[in-house]
Structure formats: C-alpha cells, structure tokens
C-alpha cells in the first residue's frame, strides 16, 4: 500500500505532472495514473486541478510531510547499513540531538566525520531538549547535540555556535520589498511554525507575547524540510534559525531571507553534551573533536 508515495511527493516539489514525468522517465498519462490510484487507496483528494494546474489540499500536504520522513527513514537506512558492508567490525556512536538540530546541524557534523571514518556505525535517536539531557546522563546516548548551553551536574557542555531566528519569504511576497520588516509585521501574518515545544517555537511564542503580536498560523510542522516546501507553495512566511538556510534550499524554493532586529533577541547556542566516560570512547572523542575543528572551538 502506499506504493506512489514518494512520487507524489516529486509530483508536489515539481508542482507539475509534466516536470515531475520527466524526472521520473514515465508519461504524464502514467504518473497520473499512479496520483489517482493513491488517492483511491487513502480515500482522499491530494490535488484540486484547475486546469493544468495543481493546488495540492490540506490532506495532500499531510501526505507530503509523510513522504519527507519515510524518504529520510530510507537514507536512514542505507547509512546504517554501509558499516556492515566491510569485513570489519564497525565502531558505533549514538547521538542524541533535538529536533532542530537533527535537521541542521547534525547531518554537516555526520559528513564531516564520516569522511574520515566511513565505517562508523552512527545512530540518531531524536528528541526535545529535554529528554535529550537525560539520555546522556543515564548514557542512553554517547554525545546529545541540543539547541541550547545546558548546565548540569555530571555533563559536559561545549558551546559550538550561536544562532537567530529569521523572516523567510517566497520571492514574490509582498514584504519582500519593504524597506524595513518591523516585528509587529508578524501580527496576522500568515505563517508556517515549528511545533510547540520544540525549542525555537517556545522563543518565538515569548516573542509573540512580548510584543502581543497573533500571526495567523496556518500549519505547525516538526520537519524543516517540509517547512521549506510548503513555504514557497503555500506562499506563507516563516521564522526559521539562520543556520538552516542553506543557499541552495533558498534557491530551489525561491526564497528569501529577511532580518528583523528584535528577532536578535532569539539567539541560541548550539552544544554539544557529554559525560565523562565519552572520553574513553574513541568513536564519540573522535566525533567532538571533529564538531569542535570544524566550529573553530578551542574550548
């Protein structure tokens, strides 16, 4: 079931059959096919046509953000099987990280370390920051990676870099061209947000209710990458951490970044956390030396 999941989602990041057909070598007759019979067997509409045109429904974007995670439990996959693709026994580091940095910081930190150590066996588990503090205490996990300087008895907490929140914007958004994007511009704003709980969701709704400000949130999503999507589709706003912005996300989606001074006042340390005993474990000093390198930390 489901089989056409994941060339919905090409359909959705194209918005059109006949780019998507040719991506995928099949014909626009087949591909549509494939869209019909998924939404037959979900029982939902994923597209309104106009046309030939696409606007994809509320479910379809549900359905999208479904295919993001399924696809990125494939890379998954594939990376945790390489290590047992050699006749050596692998090493294995278990990383804790946020949702936020999961997303960001993580997988740079991962190709950094994999280049030098390709047989590493590294498993993600996921989590909020604060569960992600006690995996690494009970030793659940060899390092946490968090959004946050953490103090903690018994941790080690070293501060990689600082980040803020931004305005990101599809390209024809009428803020685009404003002189100056003010923080009370958000008040009604229609936007697209993280999660609650998530660590920069809880600094954005402090922000909001410092400046009594209510965007008009029309979807809150765990996943960056659907952010990013849905943003440009759905021709919404978004505050997004600054080092997410990778410049080839910005230009596939056509976007823009915007800065707002008060939004400095969301700033957070990204960190890594360790007890003692990951110093005896050569894969995980590997791996903070690695993160500490290549954020030029010394400390």
Not at 209 to 218: A, M, T
Request: charged share 25%; proline share 5%.
């Amino acid at each position: 079931m489901f089989e056409n999941i994941d060339i919905f989602a090409i359909v959705v990041e194209m918005e059109s059959l006949n780019k998507a057909s040719q991506s995928l070598n099949i014909s626009q007759p087949a591909l549509s096919r494939k869209i019909m019979r998924l939404e037959e067997e979900l029982g939902i509409q994923l597209f309104h046509r106009k046309g030939k045109r696409l606007e994809i429904t509320r479910a379809g974007q549900i359905c999208y953000e479904y295919a993001l995670e399924q696809r990125a439990m494939g890379r998954k996959l594939q990376r945790s099987l390489e290590a047992f693709k050699t006749t050596d026994k692998p090493s294995s580091i278990i990383i804790g990280a946020s949702l936020t940095t999961l997303q960001s910081t993580l997988p740079d930190l991962i190709t950094i370390y994999a280049k030098d150590y390709p047989h590493t066996d590294i498993k993600a588990i996921t989590g909020k920051t604060h569960e992600i503090v006690p995996m690494v205490k009970e030793r659940k996990v060899d390092i946490g990676l968090v959004a946050s300087k953490i103090e903690h008895p018994g941790l080690q907490c070293i501060p990689l870099f600082d980040d803020r929140l931004c305005i990101v914007l599809p390209d024809n958004h009428p803020f685009v061209d404003k002189a100056v994007i003010h923080i009370e511009d958000l008040h009604e704003l229609p936007m697209i947000l993280f999660s609650r709980g998530t660590w920069y969701r809880i600094l954005m709704d402090e922000l909001f209710q410092r400046y009594s400000l209510h965007p008009d949130v029309k979807m809150e999503i765990d996943s960056f990458e659907a952010i990013i999507r849905l943003v440009s589709t759905c021709k919404t706003a978004t505050l997004l951490p600054e080092s997410y912005l990778r410049r080839h996300f910005l230009e596939e989606n056509e976007l823009v970044v915007r800065f707002i001074p008060a939004l400095d006042q969301t700033t957070r340390t990204t960190s890594l956390l360790f007890t003692e005993e990951a110093v005896h474990h050569p894969s995980a000093q590997r791996f903070i030396e690695k993160a500490k390198s290549h954020f030029n930390r010394t400390d």
